[in-house]
């Protein structure tokens, strides 16, 4: 089972940007999919954007382009670059690794 820590969450003004990174405890390239999630309370998670290692890249309808996910193989991490963001992208956001693997939670919160 991968590990993966996060980082970057915090509180930001609408229409700020944040950046959430992911790091797992292998190789970012041995992993076939990675993935953003994020859950607000009473809801299901939801899948943000996913990354494969073979470059397929999928995002949520809501991310609109605002977001940009990168795997950066250098940094060993999984980034996702937040712009634009809504009251509505209030959430607490995980990582997750293929097959079954999730990070502790990042919380993002967009308030002024």
């Known amino acids: 089972q991968v590990q993966l820590v996060e980082s970057g969450g915090g509180l930001v003004p609408p229409g700020g940007s944040l950046k959430l990174s992911c790091a797992p405890s292998?190789?970012?390239?041995?992993?076939?999919?990675m993935a953003w999630y994020r859950q607000t309370p009473g809801k299901q998670r939801e899948l943000v954007a996913r990354?494969?290692?073979?470059?397929?890249?999928n995002y949520a309808d809501f991310v609109e382009d605002r977001f940009i996910i990168v795997r950066d193989s250098a940094k060993n991490t999984l980034d996702l670059q937040m712009n634009n963001l809504k009251p509505e992208d209030t959430a607490v956001y995980y990582c997750?690794?293929?097959?079954?693997?999730w990070g502790q939670g990042t919380q993002v919160t967009v308030a002024s």
């Open positions: 997750y690794s293929h097959p079954n693997s």
């Open positions: 292998r190789s970012i390239d041995s992993i076939y999919s």
């Open positions: 990354s494969t290692s073979s470059s397929i890249i």
